[in-house]
């Protein structure tokens, strides 16, 4: 792959050197003209493009969003995944669950995931890498988990198919050659009591850990009690420097939630609630 | 109303034989259930002379009625309950309608051996044009006489022909009360023939009725009336029924096509036992399966394969195809299915079969014209991909491998998620509203919804702060506070906060399927919530909020 592109870049400079011989002629705004077509759709194939991700959770991940053939790796959430495949699914990309018998099928629609263009394939067996494989060739966002250990030339084999592809995998679990590895830790539950209420919203601190660079973590509602992600803090739909959602940010149905009103989090939600008024 | 056919000049009505066999439904039921063997007297007898009273029943009413069971009264139309009040002796089968249609095929195959083009007007009732056999056989009347003949030969005795100008008025002729079973309406004859009939014979129900109300009873009286003011009161419609009662029916007989036959069929002598050796024997006529079905110009959306084995067992299975089968496809379908038809001995993937197969047989189910299946130039290149992608891993794994999901109707979470393996069709919903997911479902659980739900719940455990197991009695009374629970068999975790019980009583009227649970959400100290389900003194862990 990346021979490939040295190669284009060769390609490209031969093409300039050309343009230069032809400089001065009636056709140089022609040549200009389709170079920059050139360079443009050489930034789409050849630069890693992000996939739209869900605004909570792509501002922790390394290049602002989920990356078109890379890896991630996922621990002990299935929201968290949902998280992750809620964006693309939303902006129409197909999505691969393989060897996760027991994902959540309504919690996926809840979370904003497209049923229509999810597939699923619970027990892949002692395929699951020709099955990952295979599916990584004609879905967008793969997900799968790893029965044991795959071998290190399998794992590359597989990085490059997806890069080739373009597809992103997203491994539960270890994985070698991972982008950014996502991580949940301090869940806290509210809406339940001792034998009373019910489980309603829960907030989790988020921690994203990539190869370069420091973790980052946030803490994020997972889901909120409206089964939405966001940001504690934040709004359903944070749009920074517009007056009119300033305005309407009070949400009713926050203010009228029971449960959280005595927690920390909703205090702090509260001066932020205020600021943004103000 | 429809404005399409506006005061075309009809052609000509054409002379049309119609031959009516009265009772067919009653015909067809007595045959079949000769051929069963049910109706103890009648074997070795002719099925249509037996004497039994027999009435079949289409939604809750009589749909029709053998000779004798109307001799006692009985009628069409009449409630079951009623019917045997006035016939107590009265056997009662359900209507089906496709057992007419099949018991009619001997009859108009014997028909068309006769005279060539036959229309089905409705089970018991064939259409053929009159013109090649009158020429043929010297004579309507000789015609008709050979038309009897060949259905006396068959065992169907009572049967009626009429000819007259135009299907309606032929039917009618058959139909006509008299003691010769060929009533031959001259040609030109037809209005003075219809003209003493009730107007109900037009079929539709409605005019009928208004025109009684207007004071018109006779199809007589009605073809007085001037062909325009029938337009202006009643439309296309009424201009279409006023020629009929003029007797100008111009409708043609159009012959039945005999539908090709699509299947296609292998038999294994010596049988094979292996589901290589199998699939490989048939994918030369899998690819001439298609082949036909490419030259009579059709794509095929669903095919039914059958298996014959050996020991006599015979599987069968429909397959559906989101677009058009190819014969790779159709060789995929018969080694999944024979992989999947429990003929296998040991493992599942494993290749040999229990007892040798002996015969494949395929047959087209749904057809379609291959111009809908023809692909475009562009756009429909993204799902065909994925299609293939996952028709490919499929065949690795076999049919139900590859699944799509839709949320279900149900209270526990596993009967919320229906999974359809890729390619056969959903569940579809009857309605938009009857969505069995957004029906209210009391006692499902509340939202959030678990992300992880696992496919067979797992034993828990959950005690008291004094290490004694917590249970429920009949009030739903808890025996004691939860403190610590297990989920795993061998960690004991503290409780940080629960929430229940929520009890769920299913199906209470059926002792098989009943199911009375508790279901309560724990969240242990570390802030992972379960949802545990306490059923007849056991916890399991039924979902997981991770």
């Given at each position: 792959m990346a021979i490939?592109?040295?190669?284009?870049?060769?390609?490209?400079?031969?093409?300039?050197?050309?343009?230069?011989?032809?400089?001065?002629?009636?056709?140089?705004?022609?040549?200009?003209?389709?170079?920059a077509r050139i360079r443009s759709m050489q930034a789409t194939t050849l630069d890693t493009r992000t996939i739209p991700t869900h605004p909570a959770i792509a501002r922790l991940l390394p290049g602002g969003g989920l990356k078109e053939g890379a890896t991630y790796s996922v621990e002990n959430s299935a929201v968290l995944l949902m998280a992750l495949l809620a964006g693309p699914s939303a902006a129409g990309s197909w999505c691969g669950v393989i060897g996760v018998p027991e994902f959540g099928v309504e919690a996926a629609e809840h979370f904003g995931i497209d049923l229509g263009r999810l597939v699923l394939v619970p027990h892949p067996g002692e395929q699951w890498l020709d099955v990952t494989a295979a599916i990584a060739d004609v879905l967008g966002v793969v997900v799968t988990r790893p029965p044991k250990r795959a071998s290190d030339s399998s794992v590359a084999r597989l990085s490059a198919r997806l890069r080739q592809r373009g597809a992103t995998l997203i491994v539960l679990g270890p994985w070698p050659q991972s982008e950014a590895m996502l991580s949940l830790s301090d869940s806290h539950w509210s809406g339940i009591g001792q034998g009373s209420g019910h489980l309603s919203a829960r907030q989790a601190t988020v921690t994203v850990t990539s190869r370069m660079g420091r973790p980052r973590s946030a803490r994020l509602w997972l889901p909120d009690p409206h089964e939405q992600f966001r940001?504690?803090?934040?709004?359903?739909q944070p749009e920074a420097g517009s007056p009119h959602e300033a305005s309407s940010l009070p949400e009713p149905a926050n203010l009228h939630e029971p449960a959280y009103l005595h927690e920390p989090a909703y205090l702090h939600e509260a001066a932020y609630l205020h600021e943004a008024a103000g | 109303m429809r404005r399409t056919s506006s005061l075309a000049p009809p052609s000509a009505p054409m002379r049309t034989i119609v031959l009516w066999c009265p009772d067919w439904p009653i015909t067809a039921a007595l045959r079949a259930l000769d051929a069963l063997g049910t109706l103890g007297d009648s074997t070795g007898r002719d099925p249509a002379a037996v004497d039994t009273p027999l009435a079949l029943i289409d939604a809750g009413r009589v749909f029709a009625c053998s000779a004798s069971a109307r001799s006692e009264g009985v009628r069409r139309g009449?409630?079951?309950?009623?019917?045997?009040?006035?016939?107590?002796?009265?056997?009662?089968?359900?209507?089906?309608?496709?057992?007419?249609?099949?018991?009619?095929?001997?009859?108009?195959?014997?028909?068309?051996?006769?005279?060539?083009?036959?229309?089905?007007?409705?089970?018991?009732?064939?259409?053929?044009?009159?013109?090649?056999?009158?020429?043929?056989?010297?004579?309507?009347?000789?015609?008709?006489?050979?038309?009897?003949?060949?259905?006396?030969?068959?065992?169907?005795?009572?049967?009626?022909?009429?000819?007259?100008?135009?299907?309606?008025?032929?039917?009618?002729?058959?139909?006509?009360?008299?003691?010769?079973?060929?009533?031959?309406?001259?040609?030109?004859?037809?209005?003075?023939?219809?003209?003493?009939?009730?107007?109900?014979?037009?079929?539709?129900?409605?005019?009928?009725?208004?025109?009684?109300?207007?004071?018109?009873?006779?199809?007589?009286?009605?073809?007085?009336?001037?062909?325009?003011?029938?337009?202006?009161?009643?439309?296309?419609?009424?201009?279409?029924?006023?020629?009929?009662?003029?007797?100008?029916?111009s409708r043609p007989v159009v012959p039945r096509v005999v539908p090709e036959e699509l299947d296609s069929v292998v038999g294994f002598e010596p049988p094979l036992d292996?589901?290589?050796?199998?699939?490989?024997?048939?994918?030369?006529?899998?690819?001439?399966?298609?082949?036909?079905?490419?030259?009579?110009?059709?794509?095929?959306?669903?095919?039914?394969?059958?298996?014959?084995?050996?020991?006599?067992?015979?599987?069968?299975?429909?397959?559906?195809?989101?677009?058009?089968?190819?014969?790779?496809?159709?060789?995929?379908?018969?080694?999944?299915?024979?992989q999947g038809s429990g003929s296998i001995a040991g493992n599942p993937f494993g290749s040999g079969l229990s007892s040798g197969i002996t015969r494949v047989r395929v047959v087209p189910e749904s057809v379609d014209a291959i111009g809908n299946h023809e692909q475009g130039l562009w756009g429909t290149g993204h799902d065909e991909r994925i299609h293939h992608g996952l028709s490919r891993v499929q065949s690795m794994l076999?049919?139900?491998?590859?699944?799509?999901?839709?949320?279900?109707?149900?209270?526990?979470?596993?009967?919320?998620?229906?999974?359809?393996?890729?390619?056969?069709?959903?569940?579809?919903?009857?309605?938009?509203?009857?969505?069995?997911?957004?029906?209210?479902?009391?006692?499902?659980?509340?939202?959030?919804?678990?992300?992880?739900?696992?496919?067979?719940?797992?034993?828990?455990?959950?005690?008291?702060?004094?290490?004694?197991?917590?249970?429920?009695?009949?009030?739903?009374?808890?025996?004691?506070?939860?403190?610590?629970?297990?989920?795993?068999?061998?960690?004991?975790?503290?409780?940080?906060?629960?929430?229940?019980?929520?009890?769920?009583?299913?199906?209470?009227?059926?002792?098989?399927?009943?199911?009375?649970?508790?279901?309560?959400q724990v969240v242990d100290d570390a802030g992972a919530a379960w949802l545990l389900v306490l059923d007849s003194h056991l916890w399991w862990a039924e979902a997981r909020y991770d």
């Amino acid at each position: 792959m990346a021979i490939d592109i040295f190669e284009g870049m060769f390609e490209y400079e031969g093409m300039t050197s050309a343009a230069a011989v032809l400089d001065g002629s009636p056709t140089r705004a022609t040549v200009d003209e389709l170079q920059a077509r050139i360079r443009s759709m050489q930034a789409t194939t050849l630069d890693t493009r992000t996939i739209p991700t869900h605004p909570a959770i792509a501002r922790l991940l390394p290049g602002g969003g989920l990356k078109e053939g890379a890896t991630y790796s996922v621990e002990n959430s299935a929201v968290l995944l949902m998280a992750l495949l809620a964006g693309p699914s939303a902006a129409g990309s197909w999505c691969g669950v393989i060897g996760v018998p027991e994902f959540g099928v309504e919690a996926a629609e809840h979370f904003g995931i497209d049923l229509g263009r999810l597939v699923l394939v619970p027990h892949p067996g002692e395929q699951w890498l020709d099955v990952t494989a295979a599916i990584a060739d004609v879905l967008g966002v793969v997900v799968t988990r790893p029965p044991k250990r795959a071998s290190d030339s399998s794992v590359a084999r597989l990085s490059a198919r997806l890069r080739q592809r373009g597809a992103t995998l997203i491994v539960l679990g270890p994985w070698p050659q991972s982008e950014a590895m996502l991580s949940l830790s301090d869940s806290h539950w509210s809406g339940i009591g001792q034998g009373s209420g019910h489980l309603s919203a829960r907030q989790a601190t988020v921690t994203v850990t990539s190869r370069m660079g420091r973790p980052r973590s946030a803490r994020l509602w997972l889901p909120d009690p409206h089964e939405q992600f966001r940001e504690v803090g934040r709004f359903a739909q944070p749009e920074a420097g517009s007056p009119h959602e300033a305005s309407s940010l009070p949400e009713p149905a926050n203010l009228h939630e029971p449960a959280y009103l005595h927690e920390p989090a909703y205090l702090h939600e509260a001066a932020y609630l205020h600021e943004a008024a103000g | 109303m429809r404005r399409t056919s506006s005061l075309a000049p009809p052609s000509a009505p054409m002379r049309t034989i119609v031959l009516w066999c009265p009772d067919w439904p009653i015909t067809a039921a007595l045959r079949a259930l000769d051929a069963l063997g049910t109706l103890g007297d009648s074997t070795g007898r002719d099925p249509a002379a037996v004497d039994t009273p027999l009435a079949l029943i289409d939604a809750g009413r009589v749909f029709a009625c053998s000779a004798s069971a109307r001799s006692e009264g009985v009628r069409r139309g009449h409630r079951v309950r009623e019917a045997q009040a006035r016939c107590p002796g009265l056997q009662v089968l359900d209507y089906d309608q496709a057992l007419d249609i099949r018991a009619f095929e001997p009859v108009l195959d014997a028909i068309e051996e006769t005279m060539p083009g036959a229309q089905v007007v409705r089970p018991g009732t064939c259409a053929v044009r009159a013109r090649g056999p009158a020429r043929y056989y010297g004579g309507e009347e000789e015609a008709a006489l050979w038309l009897l003949d060949a259905l006396d030969a068959l065992g169907i005795h009572g049967s009626r022909v009429g000819i007259a100008d135009g299907p309606f008025t032929a039917e009618h002729a058959a139909r006509s009360p008299q003691r010769q079973r060929i009533r031959i309406v001259p040609e030109g004859g037809s209005s003075e023939f219809l003209a003493g009939m009730p107007v109900g014979l037009l079929g539709e129900h409605a005019l009928a009725t208004l025109l009684r109300r207007l004071g018109i009873r006779t199809l007589g009286e009605f073809a007085q009336l001037h062909p325009q003011d029938i337009e202006a009161r009643f439309g296309d419609e009424g201009v279409r029924v006023h020629a009929l009662a003029l007797g100008l029916d111009s409708r043609p007989v159009v012959p039945r096509v005999v539908p090709e036959e699509l299947d296609s069929v292998v038999g294994f002598e010596p049988p094979l036992d292996r589901i290589d050796q199998v699939t490989f024997g048939f994918r030369a006529s899998a690819d001439r399966f298609i082949e036909q079905l490419v030259r009579a110009r059709l794509v095929c959306t669903s095919i039914r394969i059958e298996v014959d084995s050996e020991s006599g067992e015979l599987s069968e299975r429909t397959w559906l195809h989101p677009r058009s089968f190819t014969a790779a496809d159709v060789v995929d379908r018969v080694r999944w299915q024979l992989q999947g038809s429990g003929s296998i001995a040991g493992n599942p993937f494993g290749s040999g079969l229990s007892s040798g197969i002996t015969r494949v047989r395929v047959v087209p189910e749904s057809v379609d014209a291959i111009g809908n299946h023809e692909q475009g130039l562009w756009g429909t290149g993204h799902d065909e991909r994925i299609h293939h992608g996952l028709s490919r891993v499929q065949s690795m794994l076999g049919h139900g491998a590859v699944v799509t999901a839709a949320v279900g109707g149900g209270r526990t979470l596993l009967d919320r998620q229906s999974l359809v393996a890729w390619g056969d069709r959903a569940e579809t919903a009857r309605t938009e509203r009857a969505r069995p997911d957004m029906l209210p479902w009391p006692g499902q659980l509340p939202t959030p919804s678990p992300g992880t739900v696992f496919e067979a719940p797992r034993p828990a455990m959950v005690i008291d702060a004094a290490g004694v197991a917590i249970d429920l009695d009949l009030r739903g009374v808890l025996s004691g506070t939860p403190a610590r629970f297990s989920t795993d068999g061998r960690t004991l975790r503290p409780i940080g906060a629960w929430a229940g019980p929520w009890t769920v009583d299913e199906r209470w009227w059926d002792a098989d399927t009943s199911r009375r649970a508790s279901r309560f959400q724990v969240v242990d100290d570390a802030g992972a919530a379960w949802l545990l389900v306490l059923d007849s003194h056991l916890w399991w862990a039924e979902a997981r909020y991770d």
